[in-house]
């Protein structure tokens, strides 16, 4: 994408679209929207846009397409992929002030939000009705719904209720054509090809959803939550194994390495298994009679999977204990060194063990640490590769490394991301995934969308010339312990 | 006279098979004729010897066949491990597709728990309009690489391509199932039913309701002794009565088989939201020879009525599976960026436009 200059009145006329102030221009308050989730790259954008309502934001889009102008919506920010990452030069639209809970029907079970709206926010307003918005990414706490339709979000219980789009009924949305859609409904059925499946995960490379109707589940009414120690890895991954084969299906299957447990002990003083290399936690839930009848399978399933210790959470506040170790882990293994690089791949779960037993491999091989803490019920892995960028060459390893992975999850027949999307980070990878056809196919929808190659520009698709990676330090609200990953 | 039917065996033959001619429609086992009812000037492509299981992994949730296949073989197949596909494909009885049901977009009474038909679909390769053969989405559970393309195709009725090879997630199928026929005197009672049921703690495998019916059938799934309880439950907060195992899959054999339909008739599916149900069952009866059935907790609404029927004049989007009527009903909101993509997809309108 080349961008040409744009015209020197520009930001003068962007601003006059909107109320005074809501314009950002000056260098100081621009400063903040330079990165996003990964560090490692940074742009600095012409000028920030605020719009508080729709049809603002439906000004500045089709301002910037009038003026072929790029444009990259933002939420919170916390995208892993570099997804929010400005075009140098364009226009970052921050909806965070769209963030109204438009509708809230719990006799219907959906809600209608406006994409600054945060994740959690959702269950918040659901759960006095006994509902809750299913999609969890690590970072719910802060992530806005624009920015996990814009990635198709993931989270801890993806394998029984799947992503993001799994949950958005419908959508209304502004085009990089300046068009104005409403795809889908209130309904869970649709009529005719599924534009809202076609829209979720766009990565911002076809417009900005302006209002997003999403699905809300009962909450289920019990949890029964494990964890088990492991001496080795493999030991681990044999117990999903032999969970899966019983034709239970767990809410989530999550796997932590010894790294991860070091890390994760130190920072939320969780309290693992003494000598375990793995820390399997399973998690079953439903209503009370089933889970029940469930568990007693579990804990036998688990008994017989050779484990150093079996802990079920007997509380609430146990399994919030689970969760917050798994949960933190990220975040903490990222305080064991100055940078890191983080993955997302996808492996067939069958594969799990030889996949983790290559990357333990590669990390002795290039001496580079890795943590591994992944959804192990789906395959999704997030090995969390350590170095420190002031050491000659320790980067370039650790992108020799991420690379080795990136194409071993190819090579499995998985996946580049699970859940973290292409972004700037992988776009490199994409045509590991598909061939010269099949990306042809996809830069052509996304012509169709955005004839001027406006909207997120950079993002999904190989570039030339792609900034080097500089460095992967903690998101500055990782550090601050607001946001953790997944 | 139209041309005669092609019939490739493999994803290759199809991509030439779309080639070979100006303008083709590719049609499955013909369940939902009203879907490939074109003009003679298509050359019609089917699927019938593009069939076969590719590739099943029981421990990865995942199946890959070719879109000819038959809906039953692949049930029979998964059923042999223990699994399913939870949102219980539409008319596999009747000999229908995998390929002719994800271009559909049917779900059968099994989405109300964990969703439709879009949403256990992971991946595809389809032949676009220049006959090029593409693999997008994933054959792993998770992916979030590329656009969703093989969603969009959901419900396409193949306007945008030519499905040749369809990745499915499966899930385990639950040890046993439970129907309960709860009693509902009208349309307003069967709504205050769908929406306490389907939001209560019991978590539903399906809950239905026929048109003209005073009752809602529900459906719950899970571990035997476990269903005792919930089923008890249930009945005590709302009257009815357990149904026999076989009378109960004679029940749900009438949803996916459209066994209510007279066969004659006119055939549509519309999406609603539960609230809509009590206008859409007033608006079935009005129909000459209309009946009707609600599914997914009163998400989707299907007519049938006799000739004459407007079906058109519904006031919720809808399509017609069987009979003459117009393909689309009801209000529809193409969108003006529709053009453009299937420009993108099939630029020379080899297949047909989403209202051929």
């Not at chain 1, 520009?10 to 601003?15: A, D, I, N, S």
């Not at chain 2, 396409?156 to 026929?181: C, D, H, N, Q, S």
Request: net charge neutral; hydrophobic share 45%.
């Amino acid at each position: 994408m080349t961008a040409s200059a744009p015209a020197p009145d520009v930001v003068r006329r962007l601003t006059a679209l909107l109320p005074a102030g809501r314009v950002l221009a000056d260098a100081a308050p621009l400063a903040a929207y330079e990165s996003d989730g990964l560090t490692a790259f940074q742009a600095k954008p012409l000028a920030v846009a605020m719009p508080e309502t729709q049809d603002e934001v439906v000004a500045i889009v089709r301002f910037c397409h009038a003026e072929k102008l790029p444009f990259v919506a933002r939420g919170s920010g916390t995208s892993l992929s570099g997804g929010s990452l400005p075009f140098a030069g364009g226009i970052v639209i921050a909806l965070n002030r769209l963030n109204k809970i438009v509708r809230l029907d719990p006799a219907q079970r959906i809600a209608v939000v406006e994409p600054g709206v945060i994740n959690l926010a959702v269950t918040a307003a659901a759960q006095p009705h006994g509902l809750h918005y299913a999609p969890d990414p690590s970072s719910q706490s802060i992530c806005t719904i624009g920015g996990n339709v814009a990635f198709n979000a993931g989270g801890a219980h993806c394998l029984k209720y799947g992503m993001t789009s799994n949950h958005v009924l419908g959508l209304k949305a502004v085009l990089a054509t300046g068009e104005v859609v409403e795809f889908g409904g209130a309904s869970r059925e649709q009529i005719g090809p599924d534009w809202t499946g076609l829209f979720v995960g766009n990565e911002g490379l076809f417009g900005v959803a302006l209002e997003i109707t999403v699905q809300l589940l009962p909450r289920a009414e019990v949890f029964h939550t494990v964890l088990a120690g492991y001496r080795t890895l493999e030991e681990a991954g044999e117990a999903v194994s032999a969970v899966i084969a019983s034709g239970l299906l767990p809410g989530a299957i999550e796997i932590m390495d010894a790294l991860a447990l070091e890390a994760a002990s130190a920072a939320v003083h969780a309290d693992y298994p003494p000598a375990c290399e793995a820390v399997l936690i399973v998690e079953l839930e439903g209503p009370r009679e089933v889970v029940a009848v469930d568990r007693v399978r579990l804990d036998a399933i688990l008994a017989a999977s050779k484990p150093v210790e079996v802990r079920p959470a007997r509380d609430a506040a146990e399994r919030l204990a689970i969760w917050k170790g798994r949960k933190s882990a990220f975040s903490a293994v990222g305080r064991l060194s100055p940078d890191f690089i983080v993955q997302d791949g996808v492996v067939p779960r069958r594969r799990l063990g030889e996949a983790l037993r290559k990357i333990a491999g590669w990390s002795r091989e290039l001496g580079v640490r890795c943590a591994n803490v992944f959804h192990a019920g789906d395959g999704n892995l997030h090995p969390l590769i350590l170095y420190d960028g002031r050491e000659a060459g320790a980067l370039e390893r650790a992108e020799e490394f991420a690379g080795k992975i990136l194409r071993m999850c190819v090579e499995m027949g998985g996946s580049i991301t699970g859940e973290h999307g292409v972004g700037m980070e992988k776009r490199d990878y994409l045509p590991d995934m598909f061939n010269a056809e099949e990306l042809a196919c996809l830069k052509r929808l996304r012509a169709a969308f955005d004839p001027h190659g406006i909207a997120n520009p950079g993002k999904m698709f190989p570039a030339e010339g792609a900034p080097a990676l500089a460095q992967h330090g903690l998101h500055p609200l990782e550090k601050a312990g607001v946001i953790s990953r997944e | 006279m139209s041309a005669a039917l092609i019939t490739p065996a493999t994803p290759e033959q199809l991509a030439d098979a779309v080639r070979s001619a100006p303008r083709v429609v590719v049609v499955g086992a013909g369940t939902k004729p009203r879907l490939a009812q074109v003009a003679d000037t298509f050359a019609r492509i089917s699927t019938a010897k593009l069939r076969g299981i590719v590739e099943y992994e029981p421990s990865e949730f995942t199946f890959t066949a070719l879109a000819g296949t038959p809906l039953r073989e692949i049930a029979a197949a998964l059923a042999d491990k223990g699994q399913y596909l939870p949102f219980e494909p539409m008319l596999a009885g009747a000999g229908a597709t995998l390929g002719g049901t994800v271009a559909a977009g049917l779900s059968g009474p099994g989405r109300f728990r964990f969703g439709g038909l879009r949403d256990f679909i992971l991946g595809v390769r389809f032949v676009d309009g220049e006959g090029r053969l593409l693999r997008l989405g994933g054959k792993v559970v998770k992916n979030a690489a590329g656009f969703d393309v093989p969603k969009f195709l959901v419900g396409g009725l193949g306007r945008f391509g030519g499905l040749a090879e369809i990745t499915f997630k499966v899930f385990p199928r639950p040890t046993a199932l439970r129907t309960l026929r709860i009693d509902a005197a009208d349309d307003a009672a069967k709504l205050r039913i769908l929406t306490a049921a389907g939001g209560a703690r019991w978590e539903l495998d399906a809950l239905d309701t026929v048109v003209g019916q005073p009752a809602v059938l529900a459906r719950i799934g899970g571990p035997p002794a476990a269903l005792d309880a919930l089923c008890a439950e249930i009945l005590g907060r709302f009257p009815g009565r357990a149904l026999a195992d076989d009378a109960a899959a004679e029940v749900w054999r009438g949803a996916t088989e459209f066994a209510w339909a007279p066969a004659a008739g006119a055939l549509a599916k519309f999406a609603l939201t539960p609230a809509q149900t009590p206008e859409f069952s007033a608006w079935v009866r009005s129909l000459p020879g209309g009946c009707g059935w609600i599914g997914a907790g009163g998400n989707v609404g299907y007519a049938s009525a006799g000739a004459g029927a407007n079906l058109s004049a519904a006031p919720w989007p809808g399509v017609t599976l069987r009979g003459h009527g117009p393909l689309w009903l009801g209000p529809q909101r193409t969108p003006a960026i529709a053009g453009a993509v299937k420009h993108a997809l099939d630029p020379q309108g080899r297949f047909p436009a989403l209202n051929d």
